[in-house]
C-alpha cells in the first residue's frame, strides 16, 4: 500500500478556520489526509502539542494563523512564529526533518491559498515518507 | 461522572450524506466510548431536527451532544440554544464534516475523516466542563475621542438618549475638517452653516462634558470599565470668563500662521481659531507668545476686561471611568511634498484641496475670493489633479473616495466665480456612488463647461508666471499641455498620525493608511476587535459627510444597547492559573496581549476573567504548564491529537 501521509493542523478560529471553510465552501478540493483541530488563536499551540503529534505517529504538523498584524488577539501569531522556527531546530536536532512542521497565514477570504498550500503539504510530506519516529516504533 | 453523550450526524440534504457514509458513521460511533446513542437526520438545524435532539435528550438521558454538520461558524449557537434548555450549553460540540470534509473530499476520504472529526470532538467534549457565563458591570458614560462631525454626532446621539459623555478635542475647538470646508456637496450648503448648530448642541447638553484642548494619554482597564486618564492643556485664558470681545488679540504683536486656514493666513498667539469656535473662548499658543514664564509681554493681560487670562495655568490630568470609547479622530491629507515624481518643487501656486476649500470659504483667508496665490490676481486657468497619492502603488493603493466628489465641487464653485476662467479635471475614473452623486457630476461637466481629461499627470513645472502641466489624455491617446495659473491637487486621506497612538493606548489595530481596523470589513464595521471600542468617521476610512455622520450613529447605537443592560455577558473560556504551582516567573503576564495576567501580592499570577478574551497565549507559553485554558485545556487538545492521528 501506498504511503499516506498523517498531518495533524491546529487552525486558528478567527482567520485559519475561517479559511478552510471558504475553501469547503469554495467547493476546492484537496487531500483528506489533514485533520484540522480548532484552537482560538495560533498563538495557543503549545510546543508540546507539536512533539505531542511526532510522538503519536504524525507525519508532519501544520499550524494556519491570521497574517501578520491581523491577529484576533493583537500578537498571538508573532509568538507563534517565533515557536515555530524554535521548534524546527529542536526538530532537526531530534532527527525530525523540519519541513515536517509548516506554518502559513490564511485569511477568512483565503480559500484557495488553503487549499493550495493543504495540497502542496500533503505533497511535501509524501516526498519526505514516514515520519522516522513511526519508523522506530515499527523496528 | 462519566458523560452519556449523544450524536447526531446531519444528511443536509445530499450535502453531507451525498458524500459521506453517514449511516455507517453514526452506527460505528455509537459504540465509540462516552457514546451513549448516535443517529442520523436529514436536517438538524430544521425545527424538526431541533425537536429530535429535545426528543433524544429526554429519552435517552443525555447529558452531552456532538452535531456532526456545517461549521460552528454557522450553527453552534442554534444547536447550544436547545442544549441550554436541558443542560449547560458548553456541554454541546459540533463536528465540522461539510465545509471541511463532504465539500472538499472525495467519498471514502470524506467519510474515513469524518470519522476522525467525530472522535476528536467527543474527546474534546468529554473534557469539558459546565461554564457559566461571566457578568461584568457597565459603567454607563462613553468616552468620544475626537470632535469633528463624527465625535459630535455620536456624543449628541449618546448624550440625548440620556447617557453622560465625555468628548475629548486636541484642538481648541470641536468641528474638524468640516468647519474647514466652504460649501458641500451634492446640495452645496454651507458646511459651517449645517456645522455650527451641532456644535453649540454639544456645548449646551447637560450630559456632555467637553474637554476640548485636551488629550487621551492613558487607557486602562475593559469593556464596561475602562480608566482613562485625560490631560488639560493649559489655554492660560480662563473659558469661563472669556467673552471673545477680542481686546487681547488686537494688542497681541506675536503673529503666526493660523493652522485652521492651512497657514495660509495669519493669526496672534492669543486667538480663535475661527469666529463660531466651540467652546467660545481665546486660547493662547505657548510656542508662540513671546514668553509666558518668565513673562515677557503681558499686553493682552492688561487689555482683557474681564480678567480672563491667567499665565500660570498649570497642565491637568483628569482620570474618568467609563465604560465604552468611540474613536473619532479623522484624517489629515497625504503630504503633497511627497509627490516627487511631478517634479515640482515649492509653488505658492500649487495648493491642495483643503487650502482651495479655506480659500472658497467666505471665512477664510481670501474672503471667498479665488485668487493666484503668487499675485493675489484672478486665476484664469486652474488645473485640478484628482488622485493625488490615491490609487498609486508608490503612494497610498486605495481610493480616497471623496475626491471625485469634491473636485467636480471645486470646480464648479470656481467657474461660478470666475465665470470666463477655464478649468481641467484631470482624473482616472470618476467615482460617485452616493445617493444623487451622478446627477451632480452629470451637471458639473454638462452645465459647466469644465474639461474632463481622462489621464495621469507626467509633470508639473513652472514657466514664468505659469505652471505647465503635462500629461496624457488615454481617451484619445494624445500628450496634453496646459499652462496654468493655479492647480489644486485633491491629495489622498490618510487617517491621522494621531490616530496611531490612540490605537496603541487601546490595542486595537491599524492598517494601510493609519485607519482603524474594524472587527468585520461588512457585519461589523464600527466595532473594533476588543470589545466596548468602537469607530466613527474617516478615522475608519475615507468617507463623505453622510457616511461619517451614518457611521457615529451607529457607533452610538452600539454603546446604547450596551448601555441598556446592566451587566455585560462574556465568553467563559478563559485561562486558569494553577496558584498552587505557578513559580511567579511573570512570562503570561509579559506575552497576554489584555493586560489580564496580572501579578498578586504573593507572586503569583493570576487570570482577570473580565479582561482574558481567551486566546490562549498565555497557555502555551508558561514554562511549567501551569494555566490551562477553560474547555481548551492542553489534555483535551492532546487526547484529539491522539485520536485524530
Ligand atoms: C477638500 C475636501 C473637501 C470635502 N468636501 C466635502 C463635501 O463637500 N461633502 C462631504 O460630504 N464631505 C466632504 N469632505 C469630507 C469631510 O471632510 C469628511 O467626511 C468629514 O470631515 C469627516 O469627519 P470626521 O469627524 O471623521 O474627521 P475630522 O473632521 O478630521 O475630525 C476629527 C477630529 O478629531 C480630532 N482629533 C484627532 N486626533 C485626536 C486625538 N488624539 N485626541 C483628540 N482629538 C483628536 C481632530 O482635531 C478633529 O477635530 C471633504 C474633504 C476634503 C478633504
Ligand atoms: S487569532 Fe488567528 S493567529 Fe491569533
Redesign the pocket.
Known amino acids: 500500500m501506498s504511503f499516506e501521509p498523517k498531518i495533524v493542523a491546529f487552525l486558528c478560529n478567527w482567520c485559519a478556520y475561517a479559511g478552510a471553510d471558504m475553501a469547503g465552501t469554495s467547493r476546492l478540493k484537496y487531500p483528506g489526509n489533514m485533520i484540522a483541530i480548532r484552537v482560538m488563536c495560533s498563538g495557543r499551540v503549545d510546543p508540546e502539542f507539536i512533539l505531542e503529534a511526532f510522538e503519536k505517529g504524525a507525519d508532519g504538523v501544520f499550524i494556519g494563523g491570521c497574517h501578520p498584524g491581523d491577529c484576533h488577539y493583537v500578537s498571538g501569531n508573532y509568538r507563534t512564529r517565533r515557536r515555530v522556527e524554535m521548534m524546527k531546530r529542536l526538530l532537526e536536532e531530534m532527527g525530525i526533518n523540519p519541513r515536517r512542521l509548516r506554518l502559513e497565514w490564511v485569511s477568512a477570504t483565503e480559500g484557495q491559498k488553503f487549499a493550495r498550500v493543504v495540497k502542496e503539504f500533503v505533497e511535501e510530506i509524501r516526498q519526505l515518507g514516514p515520519s522516522p519516529i513511526k519508523k522506530e516504533e515499527a523496528i | 461522572m462519566a458523560k452519556r453523550i449523544g450524536i447526531f450526524v446531519c444528511h443536509c440534504g445530499i450535502n453531507i450524506a451525498g458524500v459521506v457514509d453517514v449511516e455507517r458513521v453514526a452506527k460505528e460511533m455509537a459504540s465509540y466510548p462516552g457514546v451513549a446513542f448516535s443517529t442520523t437526520y436529514q436536517y438538524m438545524c430544521s425545527e424538526p431536527g431541533q425537536n429530535l435532539i429535545r426528543q433524544k435528550i429526554e429519552e435517552e438521558n443525555l447529558d452531552a451532544v456532538v452535531i456532526a454538520a456545517c461549521s460552528p461558524s454557522m450553527h453552534e449557537e442554534t444547536f447550544r440554544n436547545v442544549c441550554g434548555e436541558y443542560f449547560n450549553p458548553h456541554m454541546c460540540e459540533m463536528a465540522n464534516i461539510r465545509e471541511q470534509c463532504s465539500w472538499v473530499h472525495d467519498s471514502e476520504e470524506a467519510t474515513e475523516k469524518a470519522f476522525k472529526v467525530l472522535k476528536a470532538t467527543v474527546e474534546k467534549l468529554r473534557g469539558n466542563e459546565d461554564l457559566e457565563p461571566i457578568f461584568v458591570p457597565v459603567e454607563k458614560r462613553c468616552l468620544v475621542?475626537?470632535?469633528?462631525?463624527?465625535?459630535i454626532q455620536a456624543a449628541l446621539d449618546i448624550a440625548d438618549a440620556g447617557h453622560e459623555v465625555i468628548l475629548?478635542?486636541?484642538?481648541p475647538s470641536?468641528?474638524?475638517?468640516?468647519a474647514q470646508?466652504s460649501e458641500?456637496?451634492p446640495t452645496l450648503d454651507c458646511s459651517q452653516c449645517i456645522l455650527t448648530p451641532k456644535m453649540v448642541a454639544v456645548a449646551r447638553h447637560p450630559n456632555i462634558k467637553l474637554m476640548a484642548y485636551s488629550?487621551?494619554i492613558d487607557i486602562s482597564g475593559y469593556v464596561g470599565n475602562f480608566n482613562v486618564k485625560i490631560l488639560k492643556k493649559p489655554r492660560y485664558v480662563d473659558e469661563d470668563k472669556c467673552t471673545v470681545c477680542g481686546d487681547c488679540e488686537d494688542v497681541c504683536p506675536a503673529i503666526v500662521p493660523n493652522e485652521f486656514d492651512m497657514s495660509k493666513k495669519a493669526r496672534k498667539a492669543i486667538y480663535i481659531p475661527f469666529p463660531q469656535a466651540v467652546p467660545s473662548t481665546y486660547t493662547i499658543d505657548r510656542e508662540a507668545c513671546l514668553g509666558l514664564a518668565p513673562l515677557a509681554c503681558a499686553q493682552c493681560k492688561e487689555a482683557c476686561e474681564a480678567d480672563a487670562i491667567n499665565y500660570d495655568m498649570q497642565p491637568e490630568i483628569v482620570e474618568e471611568k467609563v465604560g465604552a470609547i468611540i474613536v473619532?479622530?479623522?484624517?489629515d491629507?497625504y503630504d503633497k511634498e511627497r509627490l516627487v515624481e511631478y517634479g515640482y518643487g515649492e509653488d505658492d501656486d500649487i495648493i491642495t484641496?483643503?487650502e482651495f476649500?479655506r480659500m472658497l470659504s467666505a471665512s477664510g483667508p481670501t474672503g471667498g475670493k479665488i485668487i493666484k496665490p503668487s499675485t493675489g490676481e484672478e486665476p484664469k486657468k486652474v488645473v485640478f489633479i484628482q488622485c493625488a497619492g490615491s490609487r498609486d502603488r508608490k503612494h497610498m493603493p486605495y481610493c480616497s473616495s471623496?475626491c471625485c466628489m469634491?473636485t467636480a465641487?471645486h470646480a464648479m464653485l470656481y467657474k461660478h466665480a470666475v465665470h470666463d476662467g477655464e478649468a481641467y479635471i484631470f482624473y482616472i475614473d470618476i467615482r460617485a456612488t452616493g445617493k444623487d452623486y451622478e446627477e451632480f457630476i452629470a451637471r458639473v461637466m454638462e452645465e459647466e463647461r469644465i474639461n474632463y481629461i481622462r489621464g495621469k499627470v507626467a509633470k508639473i513645472y513652472r514657466e514664468g508666471d505659469k505652471i505647465v502641466v503635462w500629461g496624457v489624455d488615454t481617451l484619445t491617446g494624445k500628450k496634453v499641455e496646459i499652462k496654468a495659473d493655479m492647480v489644486v491637487l485633491a491629495m489622498a486621506?490618510i487617517g491621522?498620525e494621531?490616530?496611531r497612538?490612540?490605537a496603541k493606548l487601546l490595542k486595537v489595530a491599524v492598517g494601510e493608511g493609519n485607519f482603524l481596523k474594524e472587527s468585520h470589513p461588512k457585519l461589523k464595521p464600527v466595532e473594533a476587535l476588543s470589545r466596548g471600542i468602537y469607530f466613527a468617521?474617516?478615522?475608519q476610512g475615507p468617507?463623505?459627510?453622510?457616511a461619517?455622520v451614518a457611521q457615529a450613529s451607529a457607533a452610538a447605537s452600539k454603546v446604547l444597547a450596551m448601555f441598556s443592560r446592566d451587566k455585560l455577558e462574556k465568553d467563559p473560556m478563559v485561562a486558569v492559573v494553577d496558584e498552587e504551582h505557578c513559580s511567579g516567573c511573570g512570562i503570561c503576564i509579559s506575552v497576554c496581549p489584555y493586560g489580564a495576567m496580572q501579578r498578586q501580592p504573593n507572586g503569583k499570577a493570576k487570570c482577570i476573567e473580565a479582561l482574558c478574551e481567551g486566546c490562549g497565549t498565555c497557555a502555551a507559553a508558561c514554562p511549567s504548564n501551569n494555566i490551562e485554558m477553560k474547555n481548551y485545556s492542553d489534555s483535551q487538545i492532546k487526547r484529539m491529537v491522539e485520536v485524530v492521528i
Open positions: 475621542i475626537g470632535g469633528g462631525i463624527a465625535g475629548v478635542e486636541k484642538e470641536i468641528g474638524g475638517r468640516m470646508l458641500t456637496f488629550e487621551v473619532a479622530t479623522g484624517y491629507l484641496s483643503l476649500e471623496i469634491y465641487k486621506v491621522r494621531e490616530t497612538d490612540i468617521g474617516c478615522a468617507k463623505d459627510i453622510p461619517t
